[in-house]
């Protein structure tokens, strides 16, 4: 990977971060492609002088992905939304973003994906998701791609979310209890792009499923939250009549979108995962209590139960 050019595609998000840091560990050039650059400036430090450079890109705006693959010699994208232009964002970025690699010439492409991208699937981003990938295939048949599940670290929108809910109140809702899903740590995923660009042609064309050593349900994830960060709130399961009620209703937490997703478990299967790729999986349990500290009621001098 030594002084290879790699162009990520919303380097600056949480999942970018981290891929960044394990490429610029092992020698590459990082281009950080995103619409708002500066905010991935804080990227400079973690690199050497001229280790990394930041251009405005959009993957709505082809003209700005061709420019910015520009001399690069693999692509990750990892541009994406939860809500809001599914379409736009998820499947026809997508095939933006592999046409541009195709002109550009480029060794590689890792597409990012999700578990329960299915063309079929009952969410709209689920099936923007399936669309992406047949669009990333479509214009660049080698690409690889991943499938990762929820994806935790310390600064996720999963653990952390969760903690936060856990330690609100007396009393937690817990909606789809028994959906099932296995967390995958942030930093396997970064080491796992590594591993697919430093050897294309061994991972060319394939799919991985990214999940962890863990199966969790909901109601298991609360509970073990709850323990992690000193709580020890009532959880009340929710009947699903009442949860898809609360997702239809305007401000709650959850969309009707998200709702759907987890109608379905979110499991990897027999699907080639992070240990095809060479990649050790982290138990949630070995680094989470680092981060969730924040959420003990008196923060790292508060105590745990026995």
Known sequence: MKDKLIVLIGGGGFVGRYVAQELLASGARVRVAQRRPRDAWFLKPLGGLGQTQFVAADVTRPETIAAALV????????????????DGVNADGARVVAAAAKAAGVESLVHFSALGAEPDSASAYGRSKAQGEAAARGAFPRATILRPSFVFGREDQFTNRFAGLVGAGPVVPVLRPDVRFQPVYVVDVAKAVVAALADPEAHAGKTYALGGPDTLTMAGLFQW??????????????????????????GTPITRD????????????????VAALGVVPTPLASVAPTWLVRYRRHGRFGKLAA
């Open 71 to 86: 001399g690069a010699d693999a692509v990750v994208n990892l541009a994406g939304v939860l809500k809001g232009n599914f």
């Open 225 to 250: 939250l709850a323990g992690a960060t000193g709580h020890k709130p009532a959880f009340a399961e929710l009947p699903d009549p009442i949860g898809a009620l609360i997702a239809a209703l305007p």
């Open 258 to 273: 998200q709702w759907r997703m987890l109608q379905a478990d979110n499991v990897t299967g027999a699907a080639p995962g």
